[in-house]
């Protein structure tokens, strides 16, 4: 009588197919660890930017209105500008007649005084603190002068007044101080954060966090490229050159470093008589 053998798998077959899926499991495992991190390393690329995108904004749209003697004072972490938020021109020595302007640009706006340009002599801007916010203006000045208020436009009185000087159908803007500076987050612990503050309102912690290389260059007079230090004069700078370092707020698993976007940007001022 013949005996039918059953068909299996050797012992030795077994173990070779066992270590071939072992190799297979973890070459799999690897691949998708590395892909997980790519994506979380792109993910933390992609957030960095967006806080320098976010901040870049915000400064390109005031730094571009300034001019010569807008900066207040400045260091490479903190700048304090005389930003304007509404444009005019002159119709006397104390009243204004401004262009429209949407009407929270007044109501978020905190006044801390006006410029007036001379036209007559020098071209450059006379800047004057206001005692108090100014008050409503009659029509009648301007439209005696033969300047006529647009529509949403509005007329109002400065106080103190501009000097004789100046004149009739001169430029003329409304300010408002604010400061903007590098410095320790509330928002994030242990990181850097980029704060707003206008004079007289509350901080806002605009972006965070940023490297602790972001800082503020400025460009000056007669030279074509940006430089670390404060010019002696700061009516000598001509435009900030913004240097927005900013990083992901957590490291990505087995990188040895916070992923970073290392943003440069020119800003140039605009408003400027020389």
């Given at each position: 009588m013949s005996v039918r053998r059953r068909h299996g798998f050797s012992l030795i077959e077994l173990l070779i197919s066992l270590t071939i899926v072992t190799i297979l499991g973890a070459?799999?495992?690897?691949?998708?660890?590395?892909?997980?991190?790519?994506?979380?390393?792109?993910?933390?690329?992609?957030?960095?930017?967006?806080?320098?995108?976010?901040?870049?904004?915000?400064?390109?749209?005031?730094?571009?209105?300034?001019?010569?003697?807008?900066?207040?004072?400045?260091?490479?972490?903190?700048?304090?500008?005389?930003?304007?938020?509404?444009?005019?021109?002159?119709?006397?020595?104390?009243?204004?007649?401004?262009?429209?302007?949407?009407?929270?640009?007044?109501?978020?706006?905190?006044?801390?005084?006006?410029?007036?340009?001379?036209?007559?002599?020098?071209?450059?801007?006379?800047?004057?603190?206001?005692?108090?916010?100014?008050?409503?203006?009659?029509?009648?000045?301007?439209?005696?002068q033969s300047i006529t208020t647009l529509t949403g436009g509005r007329v109002i009185t400065v106080s103190p007044t501009m000097s004789s000087s100046a004149a009739v159908g001169a430029p003329v803007f409304l300010w408002q101080k604010v400061t903007y500076e590098f410095k320790a987050s509330t928002a994030v612990s242990g990181a850097t954060a980029l704060w707003r503050t206008v004079n007289g309102g509350s901080a806002d912690e605009i972006a965070v966090p940023f490297d602790t290389s972001a800082k503020f260059r400025f460009y000056v007079l007669d030279r074509d490229t940006s430089q670390v230090g404060v010019p002696s004069s700061l009516s000598q700078i001509r435009g900030i050159d913004l240097q927005l370092d900013a990083k992901a707020e957590k490291r990505v698993a087995g990188r040895a470093a916070t992923e970073t976007a290392k943003v440069r940007a020119s800003v140039f001022f605009r408003n400027r008589a020389l």
């Open positions: 070459s799999l495992t690897r691949l998708m660890t590395s892909q997980m991190r790519f994506f979380s390393m792109m993910g933390s690329k992609r957030d960095a930017r967006a806080i320098t995108r976010g901040s870049l904004l915000i400064l390109q749209n005031e730094l571009r209105m300034l001019e010569t003697s807008g900066v207040d004072s400045a260091t490479n972490l903190k700048l304090v500008l005389k930003v304007p938020y509404v444009f005019g021109v002159v119709c006397s020595t104390s009243t204004v007649s401004l262009l429209p302007v949407d009407s929270l640009i007044y109501s978020s706006a905190v006044p801390g005084g006006y410029a007036w340009r001379d036209t007559a002599t020098s071209g450059g801007y006379t800047y004057v603190t206001q005692n108090a916010a100014p008050g409503s203006g009659t029509a009648s000045t301007c439209t005696g």
